[in-house]
């Protein structure tokens, strides 16, 4: 059946019932501080579009539009029976996510590097790590820290040479680990041989590869902005052209309606799985496809979002189409696992993209859960859990088995999830554990970042000169335009992503037992109190507990496939609910605040405490207290 496009006569429960209406929805009602099931309720349901546009007449006019254009460019719809989730290695295992420049330096030159990851493959084994996700490798001029690629064929030679990363990988699968690849497919590096020959000259091959257009008189050809700062155009005078940049002015983006540029990124993913490795994790894949008009992007969705243009290629027009072709063409015939990362895809545009029946993507990751609503990453306030407990409740398992969730608190894009829940860091490791709880027993695939099975918080860093993120040195810049140095660096500080970007901290010697020379970021001395090898002699650490936590959930399919049952979902400071699979049950029970709450016991034929952040079992639940049960 053709699906009628939405206009302005359209109800909201018709706008809703769209996986992008449905995912805008929540988007605008979140940012506006606004409850987000208000999408679903049946009373405003009923409202015409029209009427809505009647009573916000301060929106700007060609906000309703803008909404309808990219509502009426999704036509697929979804599967709404809830079917057995087929089994998949990637569903089972456990990822950790290695950000090589911070992990381990081999030769002193104060830079992490291939050898250096090598050197730590027994440590991952025995935390239970079954797949390694290496943040980008290739060779770049590292303007964002290799997400801005010159030579997707090489290795950066500050992290080592295709031997050291041969050896890497084999080193691997000896162990029975996977390797995932970090591809960067929405754009390249300014200096990478395609664009570098499209700047040439017009008739370029090359020159399709990218978004070349004429300004607007001396203005940029739309208004879109870059997530790095100012516009997302860079100009050059000597062709009279600008080029699209949606990231930092040193990372192109990619025109992927060029059939010749597909091809060329298909047969560069052969290569790869050629070589053996066993998947890739894609960086902003979501963003893609843009309309080849490359429209303005509207001023209110703008504001609300603090980018201009998003609206347009967040969920582009040819986005599946572009990703079902780099599936048959070259992950298929390899069987290649695929993670994508795709800020801004909401519950919906996630299930369209990880269906296994629409073969697409194995997982994605959203962001939905990393902030508060009505708060930004650079804004500085205590992350509230309960918040994530409503949002696991919510979302875990909307995909009704046809899809897969990812589990995940850090990465190298944002501050530690510790610290923005507990900023001063009184339950540091307590809450450490708690989070490993919840990452290993609730249902989905867990992504661990390098740092977090110490119980990693934020830096202390004291002056801007101690940052090296494009992203903060940019807005920095931009802030003291407006406000005194002192609270733009206050503001950076609240989100800079160089938080997670600091030395792994090995143990406590000189720079964390990082490297013998100068790092290129240093570390701030809490490697005297958080390291490695003192945690691996203590019994109660942090990660010897992710040790523990890894094995029970590789000891018990209950905690993969197992359904889960919430207890109790409204109570607001606890979180319990039930894994069972067949005979097998645990009962896992959480104290989501830092004030006492009472134990409550489950299950009739009794219970065995299997792991606990606590040393003793007491009929309360302390600080951020969090047990495993198992039951009948
Ligand atoms: O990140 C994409 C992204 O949208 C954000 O997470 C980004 O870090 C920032 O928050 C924008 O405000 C990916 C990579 O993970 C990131 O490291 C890269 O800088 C970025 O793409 C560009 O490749
Ligand atoms: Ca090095």
Redesign the pocket.
């Known amino acids: 059946m053709m699906k009628q496009d939405l206009t302005l006569n359209s109800k909201l429960r018709e706008i809703v019932a769209n996986p992008v209406g449905h995912d805008v929805a929540v988007k605008l009602l979140t940012q506006m501080g606004l409850p987000s099931r208000l999408a679903r309720n049946p009373l405003l349901g009923g409202l015409r579009l029209k009427q809505l546009k009647a009573l916000f007449k301060q929106l700007d006019p060609g906000f309703f539009d803008a909404v309808l254009n990219l509502l009426n460019s999704e036509k697929d719809t979804l599967d709404d029976s809830r079917v057995e989730p087929k089994r998949a290695w990637w569903k089972e295992a456990v990822f950790y996510q290695i950000y090589p420049r911070s992990f381990m330096d081999s030769n002193g030159d104060g830079v992490g590097d291939l050898r250096g990851i090598l050197s730590k493959l027994d440590y991952l084994k025995a935390l239970g790590v079954d797949a390694v996700w290496l ?1 980008p490798i290739y060779d770049s001029p590292c303007d ?2 290799g ?2 690629i010159r030579d997707y064929q090489k290795i950066l030679p500050e992290f080592g040479s295709m031997d050291d990363f041969d050896a890497l990988l084999g080193g691997l699968h000896e162990r029975g680990m996977k390797l995932i690849m ?1 591809l ?1 497919l ?2 390249t590096s300014d200096e990478h041989p395609w664009f570098t020959e499209a700047l040439q000259s017009e008739s370029s091959p090359k020159r399709d590869f990218y978004f070349f257009r004429k300004g607007r008189g001396k203005k940029p050809p739309n208004n879109w902005t870059s ?2 700062g100012g516009p997302a155009w860079n100009f050059y005078p000597g062709q009279d052209v600008f080029a699209l940049h ?3 002015k040193k ?1 192109m983006d990619l025109n992927w309606d060029c059939p010749a540029l597909r091809e060329e990124i298909y047969g560069m993913v052969r290569w790869w799985l050629e070589k053996g490795v066993d998947g890739f994790r894609l ?2 894949i979501n ?1 893609i496809s843009k309309p080849a008009a490359l429209p303005d992007g509207n001023a209110f969705i703008g504001s609300l979002m603090g ?1 201009s243009g998003i609206e347009h290629y967040f969920a582009g027009p040819r986005l599946h189409e572009y990703l079902r072709e780099l599936r048959t063409k070259a992950f298929a015939p390899y069987g290649a696992f695929s993670v994508g ?1 795709t ?2 895809a909401g519950e919906k545009i996630g299930r369209l993209l990880t269906d296994d029946t629409r073969g697409e993507l194995d997982l994605i990751f959203s ?1 939905d859960h990393l902030e508060t609503p009505g708060h930004t ?1 650079f804004d500085e306030y205590a992350y509230d859990l309960s918040y994530l407990k409503r949002f696991y409740i919510e979302r875990l398992n909307t995909s009704l088995g046809h899809g897969w969730d990812t589990l995940f608190y850090d ?4 501050p530690r999830m510790l610290s923005k829940i507990d900023p001063p860091g009184a339950h540091r490791f307590t809450l450490a554990k708690l989070l490993g709880v919840l990452q290993m027993t609730l249902c989905g695939t867990p992504f661990l970042y390098q740092g977090q099975e110490l119980g990693a918080v934020n830096k202390v860093f004291s002056s801007i000169g101690d940052l090296r993120d ?2 903060s040195l940019n807005l920095y810049e931009d802030l003291i335009k407006t406000m005194p140095a002192d609270d733009a660096l206050r503001r950076v500080l609240a989100g800079t ?1 160089d938080h997670a970007r600091t030395p792994m901290q090995w143990n406590d010697s000189k720079n964390a037992g990082f490297t013998t020379g100068t790092p290129w970021i240093d570390t701030d001395g809490d490697e005297k109190l958080c390291n490695a090898e003192q945690q691996l002699e203590d019994e109660y650490s942090v990660l010897r507990f992710y040790q523990r936590l890894t094995a029970i959930r590789r000891a018990s399919k209950a905690f993969i496939y197992g359904q889960t049952e919430y207890i109790d979902p409204k109570a607001n400071h606890s979180m319990r609910y039930i894994r069972r699979l067949g005979e097998e049950a645990y009962y896992i029970e959480c104290n989501l605040g830092a004030s006492e709450t009472k134990h409550k016991a489950h299950g009739r034929g009794g219970s065995t405490l299997v792991l606990s952040n606590y040393e003793d079992e007491t009929e309360t639940l302390r600080a951020y207290e969090a047990r495993v049960y198992r039951v009948s």
């Open positions: 943040s964002d820290n997400y801005d970090d960067v929405n754009h997530f790095f949606l990231f930092s990372q960086d902003v963003y980018f990362e800020p801004g962001f990453r990465n190298h894009d944002n494009v992203e992503r």
